[in-house]
């Protein structure tokens, strides 16, 4: 550590950052405390001549450290705007000057702004809050703002102000969270039948500028290439994946070569080379120069995310250093890079491109000298096999740096990344050459361009369709659930001690048994934190937050599950693929044994389509098919991947020893008129001494229908509230034959249909009915051992 003596100060500094929540000193103390070391340094140097070994050591890490806290306390971001209290308001009015515009996406515009004045629910409020906004008006409406819009206008719109989301389901991510971390109070999302008007035309000039320059780039790059080639190119140029689909992006982790995604060391290595042959024939101070201009260009045309800010401070450093004749190192190097950073911004520490970027670039610091020591002690014979293993030592290197993050942020472990960056980490460089050159060219000559352009198609076509390969294959990645902070501290120190264990002792068995004893502990140690939320030998009801819709996750004590609905699926978010997928991933749920459609309204099945088709269910109970077009679909979709399935009738099912009731009778005369909603299949759950009864979006008829024909079987310890509490169910009659202990209902915040009704909620209020609704507390867990039912609090 002697030869990277600004690494101990950074490291004393994030540690005052990270540990600033702990102590809550107001600024002033801790001032104060930052001055006291600067003093005692001065006094001691005065007085006692010069500090030195450990104490100056000492003082100088303490110093850090309190400076980590100052720092941390200016840039501590707390948001005590009303508009926090709102949760969602339509027919709002916004009045708001444009901060920045993000570039066009397929079905909306997103800009950030300051607002001047906001009404709210006819209620007026100044304040300098900062929103996103998105404009999600048809394409006409769509282009023109989006041709006219620039930093510095001032607008007039009217749309829905929201919260971001919230952690509202285990594993989730906490939107809201993040945007108030980046200083952000909220949404602002307007349709077609909105308003967005600019009131003033003034700009911020150079945030202009450079949307302009952005614009243009992007324009070029659509206008030439394929959409796949076009969606790549603007994450690795423009730093915007927003037109990388879901699928490809996890398709991406699969293999582990989801780091060439976020603009970082990688893409700015490239690009200097570059430069460094475009200005080659200039003399060294010029081509210098010129570098380092178009790094920073780079680095603006990119919206300085901070892996590029810290890239391209490395590159510059080590460019300077050339000139001027000194060495550098990439430890200390990287140190600095961290320390300025979060000098400016210090919740970047929080930042997953920010944790990833710089654990890679250290971990190569600190581990890739031992394989590269190990690899020449063979003195290989053929260099290229050298240069191979070479690359394979980075690739380890920067995979252990950055494995407790990848494994918190994506839960995989890619067992066949070492082999798929072997391929596409030169790939990428070759499309970003020849994307330089396509852009150049491009605005120049289309018909010069184009030849460049169908190239670049085809080198990104072959490169995906390889990535897709790998990340399909069956051992592609191991599942890593539930990767904690104790975790990682487990991993870093093991970590720690095996480089300590290989340069402290000699002997090769003794080192390789402490590694190995080492390695084993990681694994022993972690295991320590694991805690299954869904218990075993128990029945887990868990109600899943999609929002306007149901999704209803079934754990039986056998080990077999269940999904009763799978909320809605639309252009902005398929809850099936977004959300459901997600938390059967947290629960290490491979496949869904027992599929349950209510009915076919799309906030019900909605979900299932993508289940479906990515092979997530084994089985579909259904009601009875009709002549509707949407059921036909459903029919022709299910024959069509083979899902075995069953219509709702008057019959049981024992899943363990759990039993299920269908309380339906599609034969039934009168049961034919009813509408979709009452055709709902009903679903009476037992365990024990336990009941559950779901009703999909039954009404009044059915509930009628269901009295008359079970009666005192519909008594139960938890109800499923019909039709998500809407009015026109949940009547005393059918409440006093359920007589429910527990209910649930499953409704969007402040949805348009105003669910669920406040005479509902009075009715099962008079029951004495738990009420659990997943607009208020986001998503639920029960858990039944066979004689009581308890509400689990999973966050």
């Excluded at 594993?171 to 999302?189: A, M, N, P, R």
């Amino acid at each position: 550590m002697k030869d990277f003596p600004f690494i101990k100060i950074t490291i004393a500094f994030i540690i005052g950052i990270i540990t600033f929540p702990l102590f809550q000193l107001n600024l002033l103390i801790i001032a104060l405390l930052f001055l006291l070391p600067i003093l005692f340094y001065m006094l001691s140097k005065s007085f006692w001549r010069y500090p030195k070994g450990m104490l100056t050591i000492v003082l100088f890490v303490g110093t850090a450290f309190l400076f980590g806290l100052l720092i941390a306390k200016l840039g501590e971001k707390k948001i005590s705007s009303p508009l926090i209290y709102y949760q969602k308001e339509k027919n709002a009015k916004l009045y708001a000057e444009v901060e920045d515009v993000e570039l066009e996406r397929s079905f909306e515009i997103a800009f950030t702004v300051y607002v001047d004045s906001i009404f709210l629910d006819d209620k007026k409020f100044a304040s300098n809050d900062k929103l996103i906004c998105k404009f999600r008006g048809d394409s006409l409406q769509r282009t023109r703002i989006y041709s006219d819009l620039n930093a510095g206008n001032r607008i007039y719109l009217t749309g829905t102000y929201q919260k971001g989301r919230e952690q509202r389901n285990p594993g989730e991510f906490d939107y809201d969270k993040y945007l108030k971390s980046k200083g952000i109070t909220g949404l602002f999302v307007s349709y077609d039948t909105d308003t967005l008007k600019i009131l003033s035309h003034q700009k911020n000039y150079i945030k202009s500028v450079l949307h302009s320059l952005r614009k243009k780039i992007d324009y070029t790059i659509h206008h030439l290439q394929d959409l796949q080639t076009a969606g790549l190119l603007r994450g690795l140029l423009l730093a915007d994946r927003s037109e990388i689909d879901f699928e490809t992006k996890d398709e991406f982790i699969n293999s582990g070569v989801v780091h060439i995604l976020a603009v970082s060391g990688l893409h700015v290595g490239y690009v200097l080379i570059i430069f460094i042959f475009i200005f080659g024939r200039f003399g060294i101070y010029l081509r210098s120069f010129l570098t380092i201009l178009g790094l920073l260009g780079f680095m603006l045309i990119t919206g300085v995310p901070p892996s590029v800010f810290r890239a391209t401070l490395m590159a510059i450093i080590i460019i300077i250093a050339f000139l001027t004749n000194r060495s550098t190192n990439l430890i200390n190097s990287i140190s600095i890079a961290a320390f300025i950073i979060l000098l400016l911004n210090p919740n970047e520490i929080y930042n997953p491109g920010f944790q990833l970027s710089f654990s890679a670039v250290l971990a190569i610091g600190i581990l890739y000298p031992y394989f590269q020591k190990i690899i020449y002690a063979y003195h290989l014979k053929h260099k290229w096999i050298e240069h191979v293993l070479l690359f394979i030592g980075v690739s380890i290197s920067a995979q252990l740096g950055t494995l407790p993050f990848t494994l918190a942020y994506f839960s995989k472990l890619s067992v066949i990344s070492i082999f798929a960056n072997l391929l596409v980490i030169p790939a990428i460089g070759i499309i970003i050459g020849i994307a330089f050159i396509t852009i150049f060219t491009g605005m120049i000559s289309y018909s010069i361009a184009i030849y460049f352009a169908v190239t670049n198609n085809l080198v990104t076509g072959w490169m995906i369709k390889f990535i897709s390969f790998t990340g399909n294959l069956e051992f592609s990645f191991l599942w890593v659930r539930n990767y904690s902070l104790y975790d990682a501290i487990i991993f870093y120190s093991g970590l720690a001690l095996i480089i300590l264990c290989i340069n402290r002792i000699r002997k090769s068995i003794v080192k390789i048994s402490l590694v190995l004893i080492l390695i084993l502990s990681i694994l022993v140690y972690s295991k320590f934190d694991n805690n299954d939320l869904l218990e075993k030998n128990k029945l887990n009801v868990f109600m899943i937050d999609v929002g306007q819709g149901d999704a209803f996750l079934i754990k039986f004590p056998n080990g077999k599950s269940a999904l009763i609905d799978a909320g809605e699926a639309n252009p902005f978010i398929d809850n099936g693929e977004r959300v459901i997928t997600p938390i059967l991933d947290y629960f290490g749920i491979d496949k869904i044994d027992y599929g349950f459609i209510s009915h076919l309204d799309l906030d019900h099945y909605g979900g299932f389509i993508s289940l479906i088709y990515n092979d997530k269910i084994r089985k579909i109970y259904r009601p009875l098919p009709d002549s509707s077009s949407k059921s036909k679909r459903l029919e022709k979709f299910l024959a069509k991947k083979k899902i075995k399935t069953y219509i709702y009738d008057k019959s049981s099912i024992d899943v363990g020893n759990t039993k299920l009731y269908f309380l339906n009778d599609p034969y039934n005369y009168a049961y034919k008129n009813f509408s979709s909603n009452d055709r709902s299949g009903v679903i009476k759950m037992v365990f024990g001494n336990t009941s559950f009864l779901f009703t999909g979006d039954c009404e009044y008829p059915a509930e009628h229908f269901l009295a008359a024909n079970f009666g005192t079987m519909l008594d139960s310890d938890v109800l499923k509230v019909g039709h998500h509490g809407s009015i026109t169910g949940s009547s005393e009659a059918f409440l006093k034959l359920v007589t429910p202990k527990i209910s649930l209902i499953s409704a969007g915040i402040k949805n348009k249909f105003n669910h669920p009704s406040e005479a509902v909620i009075n009715s099962l209020t008079r029951f004495k009915s738990e009420i659990y609704r997943s607009d208020e507390l986001g998503a639920v867990l029960l858990q039944s051992n066979g004689n009581e039912i308890k509400k689990i609090n999973w966050k």
